[in-house]
């Protein structure tokens, strides 16, 4: 394979602020590799991304595409004109439009009578070719779709290729959003992409995913490359190591020992999908972490909607004792106050407590919002700033916070570990645990089945129906995976 | 030079601020003209009629507040009931006054919930559902029509013209009001709630927020300053008429916009709705006191305000 260099980034640079967001980065991409980047949440990856995609500007630096300096001018035209697409942590599709009219925004080639049938065409074909049995429409509204399923959209059009070319793919947690088995699919595309000379950067922090599927691994520390070598020379540990990470990597297994009886404490949440008559109930007593898994949007989603919304009424299909505070996953719908500082969008939900007389005390606000800064470890010089100046990890941690901070008995945590680093899951894994010790209820869906481990009880949802339950001791790979596809008689 | 620009930012977060100077600039032109006669009286009057633009305003800036799509346009409406029954109920009798302000405020509180029940229940958007309803209200008020020929009683058109020292004791009053109303915006539970349903509503419900009861007090607390204006407003003119709340439909969502207040929702702040009616009030006063045309004053009024919304609303786009 010829090494014909797409990408070359000499010492580039950026500030925000007094917030040096980069420090003098280089980075090389040659066409047919796949480039992996690690780092904690707010190393400076999506800002490095952003740069290379066009959509912000280097302060200083250099940089080559395709052997070319194009330092002066570079913008997301000239990007999208040299073959370098980018799929954002933050979803950029239009909400309002359908999947085809999505397509069709990046191919302004696809014009004339029938326009839409090609553009559905072309984007379904690359949907059926990486996500096979994706079940996503042509002529759905983005809007309706699940955020996996968006996720997925977003993927497959950044490979359609019309009559630009299509050289660099930048995937930004791509498998954030998405369950088990779809995220091997996008993984093994990747490298069948790779071998046919294209190339892709993939961001995650999923760090077996880094290992298994990039050719040599790009570290990053606050702002700066502290380590670039290939793949091989890397294992679990000495990635952790070059990250920075002061968590073992063992502290998961650790929790295996915590494996409480089922069944002594008061039961607080019982409730049947409003999708499935008779079978098995939901159950959560008092101070477990009950987990929902099977494969994404499965129903999941919806069983903890509908616990939040009985918290405060009577239904006859779901009780709840005690009050809710959900962590959203899908941050941009379902969490984020995007005008409000970071220590407001932490206090919103505890504001009752707050008040005095008739007033929010401030102090009380401010407490709130660094007590959760120190303690989840917020990478932010001032609370006081707004919520969208956080890296999308840290975001995240602003919505934890948010539900960790409240009165809360029962915490609904919707698939909320997106985009956020190892070394933070795992503080806040503890978190979870030693909270769940003193008396907390956790309904956790999640897509990662590392965290399911953590959970005491385990559902298995799918099609909307609840079609298996496992105790922590029971627990394994495989008796999830094979009850999330089997097939109902 | 960087401290230059730092209080540049400053100002750019305090987006009231350019109403303020709009309607120094205003008045100083109109000053410089007249030679400096008649400053003092300007700023008079503009207290004077501005007061009631500010009394709507505010109810308006908590609607649009709430989101896309909140407006409440059945204030004129609202206004002229409010006025008309008042009057009737007080038949120009001092003992009357409380039990007339009870009527028009009970007025505003029937609106507020006819209005909030057809957004709520039959799902109507707020802008189609306000104007309807504002037809209902002001049939009413025709229906109704004897309070109309009746004048006030003498102690409130007293109250309403008082002046000391040049300022309308009313104006003090509702500057008072403003204050009080700034503070529940901004540091009680239903404020933060209103902001927080502006930005993000399904976002708000899943913090915890109970979004449509806060809706409910937005609507109803809109209707309760127009039937406020309503019955201060027949007192000020000397009686109710049925158009007196006419100019307020379009003053009462301008003064909220050129105040700093995001159509958008979320985002709102009280000072810039006084800062707006005395910026517009001013704004034709100069017109006039230039000799121009009504048609050279409609289109200097509309390009005016358009400059002050392009300076002002200077918002950078989030990302």
């Known amino acids: 394979m010829t090494t014909t260099q797409i990408v070359n980034f000499e010492a580039v640079a950026k500030s925000f602020g007094a917030v040096r967001a980069l420090v003098d980065v280089d980075m090389q991409v040659v066409a047919g590799e796949c480039l992996g980047l690690v780092g904690h949440n707010g190393a400076g990856k999506s800002t490095l991304m952003n740069v290379l995609a066009g959509t912000l500007s280097a302060d200083t630096g250099v940089i080559g595409i395709h052997g070319q300096n194009l330092t002066r001018h570079y913008n997301v035209a000239v990007a999208h004109d040299h073959g370098i697409r980018c799929v954002f942590q933050e979803l950029s599709l239009c909400p309002n439009l359908t999947v085809a009219e999505n397509a069709r925004i990046f191919h302004a080639s696809l014009k004339g009578f029938g326009w839409k049938k090609r553009a559905g065409k072309m984007i379904i074909d690359k949907l059926d070719e990486i996500f096979p049995q994706h079940g996503i429409q042509a002529d759905d509204v983005v809007g309706d779709l699940t955020i996996g399923r968006r996720q997925m959209v977003e993927i497959s059009r950044a490979f359609t290729v019309s009559d630009e070319p299509l050289h660099l793919v930048i995937l930004d947690e791509p498998t954030s959003s998405l369950d088990v088995v779809a995220a091997r699919q996008l993984l093994s595309f990747v490298r069948k992409v790779v071998s046919e000379g294209q190339s892709c950067i993939l961001i995650s922090h999923m760090l077996a995913e880094i290992l298994d599927y990039s050719d040599r691994i790009l570290v990053m520390k606050d702002g700066e490359v502290v380590e670039e070598k290939l793949a091989q020379e890397y294992d679990r540990d000495s990635l952790v190591a070059a990250m920075g990470n002061v968590v073992e990597s063992e502290a998961i297994e650790a929790h295996e020992e915590n494996i409480k009886i089922r069944g002594k404490t008061p039961l607080v949440v019982k409730a049947v999908p409003r999708t499935q008559t008779g079978g098995i109930e939901f159950c959560a007593h008092k101070g477990e972490i009950v987990g929902l898994a099977g494969l994404a949007s499965n129903g999941q989603k919806r069983m903890l909607l509908q616990v939040f919304s009985a918290a405060d009424r009577h239904l006859n299909d779901t009780r709840v004792e005690g009050p809710v505070a959900l962590v959203a996953g899908d941050r941009q719908t379902d969490g984020i106050f995007h005008l409000w500082s970071i220590g407001q969008n932490v206090g919103v939900r505890s504001l009752k407590n707050m008040v005095k007389g008739w007033l929010i005390g401030r102090d009380q606000e401010d407490a709130m919002a660094s007590k959760w800064q120190a303690k989840i470890k917020i990478k932010t010089p001032d609370m006081n700033n707004n919520i969208l100046s956080l890296s999308g990890g840290n975001q995240q941690k602003a919505l934890f916070a948010r539900a960790l901070g409240s009165d809360a008995e029962i915490v609904l945590m919707d698939d909320p570990m997106r985009g956020v680093d190892v070394g933070t899951k795992l503080e806040v894994y503890d978190q979870i645990r030693k909270e769940a010790e003193e008396g907390r209820t956790f309904l956790w869906y999640t897509t990662e089945m590392d965290e399911l481990f953590n959970c005491d009880h385990v559902y298995v949802f799918r099609n909307g129906q609840i079609v298996s339950e496992l105790s922590r001791s029971e627990l394994t790979e495989e008796k999830i995976l094979q009850s999330s596809f089997k097939e109902s008689a | ?319």
Not at chain 2, 24 to 34: C, E
Not at chain 2, 133 to 144: G, K, P, Q, V
Not at chain 2, 213 to 218: G, K, L, M, V
């Open chain 2, 1 to 319: 030079m960087s401290s230059m620009t730092a209080s540049l930012k400053n100002l750019r977060e305090k987006p009231w601020i350019w109403s303020y100077l709009g309607m120094l600039v205003v008045w100083l032109a109109t000053i410089s003209f007249t030679g400096g006669k008649g400053g003092g009286d300007v700023i008079t009057a503009a207290l004077s009629f501005a007061t009631f633009t500010v009394i709507v305003g505010i109810g308006q800036m908590f609607v649009i507040t709430t989101g896309p799509g909140n407006v409440d346009l059945s204030i004129p409406a609202n206004i002229a009931l409010s006025g008309a029954v008042a009057m009737k109920v007080m038949g120009g009798e001092n003992e009357m006054l409380l039990v007339g302000f009870a009527a028009s405020m009970g007025c505003g509180l029937a609106v507020g919930i006819f209005n909030y029940s057809l957004i709520r229940v039959l799902r109507i958007p707020p802008i189609i559902a306000t104007l309807s309803a504002s037809f209902l209200i002001l049939s009413t008020a025709i229906a109704y029509g004897r309070g109309l020929k009746i004048k006030p009683p003498l102690l409130l058109s007293d109250f309403t013209t008082l002046q000391i020292a040049g300022i309308p004791v009313l104006a003090l009053f509702i500057i008072v009001v403003a204050t009080v109303m700034s503070v529940v915006l901004n540091r009680t539970l239903y404020g933060r709630s209103v902001l927080a349903i502006g930005q993000n509503m399904r976002a708000a419900w899943l913090a915890g927020i109970n979004v449509e009861r806060i809706r409910f007090a937005t609507y109803v607390l809109s209707a309760l300053m127009a039937a406020l204006c309503g019955f201060l407003l027949a007192g000020f003119s000397g009686g109710a008429s049925l158009n007196m709340g006419e100019e307020y439909l379009l003053a009462s969502i301008a003064v909220v916009v050129i105040g700093g207040t995001s159509v958008a929702g979320g985002k709102a702040n009280v000072p810039g709705i006084w800062g707006a009616a005395l910026f517009m009030f001013m704004l034709v006063t100069m017109l006039n006191t230039f000799g121009a045309s009504a048609g050279i004053r409609l289109i200097m009024t509309g390009l005016i305000i358009v400059a002050v919304i392009t300076i002002a609303g200077g918002d950078k786009p989030e990302r």
